[in-house]
Nanobody, 123 residues
Framework: QVQLVESGGGLVQAGGSLRLSCAAS????????MGWFRQAPGKEREFVAA????????YYSDSVKGRFTISRDNAKNTVYLQMNSLKPEDTAVYYC????????????????WGQGTQVTVSS
């Protein structure tokens, strides 16, 4: 069982930066692939980024590639999402998620989810 708690969301102007954190409970964090997803009002939950258990492989959606960076610190049981050059269309609730197997962009295959943190980017 893994419990995930996101933090770091907030209100930022376009062009600004935020860093999201996701703290995980449990001693097996390092064996999980971790992902970030987001959901804007009236839209489906969409893939943002994912990172392998070792941190050696990362994956990004085309919409955030080059602006967002996912990383993890297994000693701290934490995964991060550094978001730079934010745009109003990045406004959404951001969720972290965990799964035992390889990274996937489909939210339904992730086993554990956090409660989400709101990111609002003003123009």
């Amino acid at each position: 069982q893994v419990q995930l708690v996101e933090s770091g969301g907030g209100l930022v102007q376009a062009g600004g930066s935020l860093r999201l954190s996701c703290a995980a409970s449990g001693r097996t964090f390092s064996s999980y692939t971790m992902g970030w997803f987001r959901q804007a009002p009236g839209k489906e939950r969409e893939f943002v980024a994912a990172i392998s258990w070792s941190g050696g492989r990362t994956y990004y959606s085309d919409s955030v590639k080059g602006r967002f960076t996912i990383s993890r610190d297994n000693a701290k049981n934490t995964v991060y999402l550094q978001m730079n050059s934010l745009k109003p269309e990045d406004t959404a609730v951001y969720y972290c998620a965990a799964r035992r197997l390889e990274a996937r962009t489909i939210p339904d295959v992730y086993d554990y989810w956090g409660q989400g943190t709101q990111v609002t980017v003003s123009s």
